[in-house]
């Protein structure tokens, strides 16, 4: 399906966000297509996440990617995939208050559910930082499935300024079918709190689908050395069936 890529909007964001540089990714034709809002890693958006959101916007979706640092770099900033990037990316994840992150979230629900072109059932996708939110996103009524793939600091309780969240706790607000993907080799997320977010799953009585792989964190950026080919399609996969069981009801 040809697609728009070339479309971003800035979203007021309540309290002290100011406005929310989002990128709009959808089907060139006419119709209305669940909404997707997809958050990225601690990069914001990079050519990797554009061409991911692209390519789910071509399966039939109206994609939302907003900057997750809008406070504190300038409109359409893209860090690099370097040291000096990845620094940059985690000062502020750990930085930035968690209600601060699920404002933005609502911002952007709010935004997608009115949109003209949307039908009106959401779902949320993430990578990295961006899974975490995406699962924080889906505590939302409105959310009916999320993807969230190797998401960090879910297991730690770590997210946010002083480092302290509370998505574990919250879990028993999630209704939304979700589906969870990890590297078996990721150091970010070990063995250990993979057990723990599955176990938390498994005591709300959630409605998960669980895959492990055999990769390292960021296996479905495609660039550098730790893309995986293969597992992005089986993974991406994995997610349109969700999407498509879900959202086109």
């Not at 997707?36 to 939302?64: D, K, N």
């Not at 300024?161 to 590297?183: C, I």
């Not at 250990?192 to 977010?197: D, K, S």
Request: glycine letters at 10%; proline letters at 6%.
């Amino acid at each position: 399906m040809i697609i728009r890529s070339d479309e971003a909007v800035d979203l007021p964001v309540e309290g002290a966000g100011g406005v929310m540089r989002t990128h709009l990714f959808r089907p060139a034709v006419p119709g209305r297509f669940p909404g997707i809002l997809f958050f990225s890693e601690i990069y914001q958006v990079t050519a990797p996440i554009r061409r991911l959101a692209a390519f789910v916007a071509g399966q039939g979706y109206l994609v939302a990617v907003p900057e997750v640092y809008h406070e504190y770099e300038a409109p359409g900033t893209a860090l690099r995939y370097d040291q000096d990037g990845t620094d940059r990316g985690n000062a502020l994840k750990f930085s930035k208050p968690v209600a601060a992150f699920d404002a933005d979230s609502a911002a952007a629900l709010a935004f997608l559910r009115k949109h003209p072109d949307c039908s009106g059932r959401l779902g949320t996708m993430g990578v990295c930082l961006g899974g975490h939110l995406a699962y924080r996103a889906a505590l939302n009524p409105d959310v009916s499935a999320a993807s969230c793939f190797y998401a960090t600091d879910i297991h730690s309780g770590t997210l946010g300024e002083n480092k302290t969240d509370n998505s574990l706790e919250r879990m028993d607000e999630l209704k939304a079918e979700t589906l969870f993907v990890w590297g078996r080799q990721d150091p970010h997320v070990p063995f250990a709190g993979r057990e723990r977010i599955r176990a938390r799953l498994e005591e709300v009585g959630a409605r998960y689908e669980w895959h492990e792989v055999n990769a390292p964190h960021a296996f479905l950026r495609d660039e550098g050395p730790r893309y995986d080919p293969a597992l992005f399609l089986q993974c991406v996969g994995l997610m349109l069936d969700l999407f498509g069981r879900a959202l086109r009801v």
